[in-house]
């Protein structure tokens, strides 16, 4: 099992910057392959950004250029520097954990209970 816990979300003006944290602890099981998936009511979850053991990374196609994904291995700790946030950013972002560098939600084994990032214009 792999335990996940999100930390960061709050609410900011369009233009500005959060970070969002998840701190991974691992119990009998390792994985090599983290991200951010976000949800919004009624809607599906979309992938936002995801990163290797290689430090390999892939962005959703609305955060391109605005949001970093980052990892400090040391601390067993994923990081998502959000940056020139827009209202659509709004949402319930998860940290995710598993073995495949993809956005496909169903790819992913381990999901946190969700942080929520709230943008006002």
């Known amino acids: 099992q792999v335990y996940l816990l999100e930390s960061g979300g709050g609410s900011a003006q369009a233009g500005g910057s959060l970070r969002l944290s998840c701190a991974r602890s691992?119990?009998?099981?390792?994985?090599?392959?983290m991200g951010w998936f976000r949800q919004n009511p009624g809607k599906g979850r979309e992938g936002v950004a995801v990163?290797?053991?290689?430090?390999?990374?892939m962005y959703g196609d609305s955060v391109k250029g605005r949001f970093t994904i980052s990892e400090d291995v040391a601390k067993n700790t994923l990081y998502l520097q959000m940056d020139s946030l827009k209202p659509e950013d709004t949402a319930m972002y998860y940290c995710?954990?598993?073995?495949?560098?993809?956005?496909?939600?169903?790819?992913?084994?381990?999901w946190g209970q969700g942080t929520q990032v709230t943008v006002s214009s």
């Open positions: 691992l119990g009998s099981q390792t994985t090599s392959h």
């Open positions: 995710v954990a598993g073995w495949y560098l993809t956005l496909e939600e169903r790819l992913w084994s381990y």
């Open positions: 990163i290797d053991s290689s430090g390999r990374t």
